[in-house]
């Protein structure tokens, strides 16, 4: 039950913080308003922080279905409480956006573009394109997941491990979140975007579900990956998993590059 309460709590706080400096961000008559990326990149990352401090010695602070599904894969976490796990992250990101919906109250109306709402609640892809939006998760997460393994290789002194982990999603958003927002993660996605769908935000539009997928499976695949290219890299474990996940994303690259360079024409 620990474990359980560990995620959630974690999680909620990781929206909290993520969805509330987007909010302050791009919603209208903020005082932080249009504070920019940096500001936003900055906010993730220390929400990131906080959040494994609340939670690690409750549930190893994983707070992310890519996560949780990348250790199980390499043989790090047992896969039976995978289920458990992930229906706690989502729980804990659905609460945490009705929190930070409740902390902006006023700000809805006063924002009429549907797509700023949406964002404080979910990715939205700058430019539009489905293979390409796909192959950009499936990068930051394959980042996030091979730099969470090597930074546990590392000695540090005790309790910087979070803040070295706050980093390294600091410069995955500066670096690579300019194209879907960087979502990295399942439950940051999904659980917002449900919230935005039941929620009465004055003025709303749709939820974009056609796009839901890409930011549920982007990072599932390239979480994975990214542990499993880990692993068969610096301990020389290589695991059946491997086989199938590499030649699917190699697939996903071609359509992409094939898709835009016909786009191109």
Do not use: C
Request: aromatic share 12%; charged share 10%.
């Amino acid at each position: 039950m620990m474990s359980f309460l560990g995620e959630f709590i974690g999680t909620l706080l990781l929206i909290v913080f993520g969805g509330g400096v987007v909010a302050g961000v791009v919603l209208k008559e903020t005082k932080a308003e249009n504070g920019g990326w940096m500001v936003i990149a900055s906010g993730w990352g220390l929400g990131v922080v906080f959040a494994i401090y609340a939670s690690a010695n409750f549930s190893g602070a994983h707070l992310n279905p890519a996560v949780t599904i990348a250790l199980a894969s390499v043989g790090d976490f047992e896969w039976n409480k995978v289920p458990f796990y992930i229906l706690a992250q989502l729980l804990g990101a659905f609460m945490g956006a009705v929190i930070v919906w409740l902390h902006y109250l006023p700000h809805w109306k006063a924002t009429k573009d549907p797509v700023k709402q949406l964002a404080v609640f979910s990715t939205v892809p700058a430019i539009r394109s489905k293979w390409a939006n796909l192959l950009s998760e499936i990068i930051g997460t394959f980042m996030l997941l091979f730099g969470i393994l090597a930074v546990g290789a590392n000695k540090f002194s005790e309790g910087l491990n979070p803040l070295v982990v706050g980093g390294l999603v600091v410069a995955i958003g500066l670096s690579l979140g300019g194209t879907t927002g960087y979502a990295i993660n399942p439950a940051r996605d999904l659980g917002p975007r449900i919230a935005h769908f039941m929620l009465p935000i004055s003025g709303k539009g749709s939820s974009d579900w056609w796009y839901s997928w890409i930011p549920v499976v982007g990072p599932i695949l390239g979480g994975s990956l990214g542990a499993l290219t880990y692993k068969a890299m610096f301990k020389h474990e290589v695991y059946p998993l491997l086989y199938v996940v590499a030649p699917l994303i190699v697939l996903i690259i071609i359509i992409a590059v094939v898709t835009e360079h016909r786009s191109i024409k």
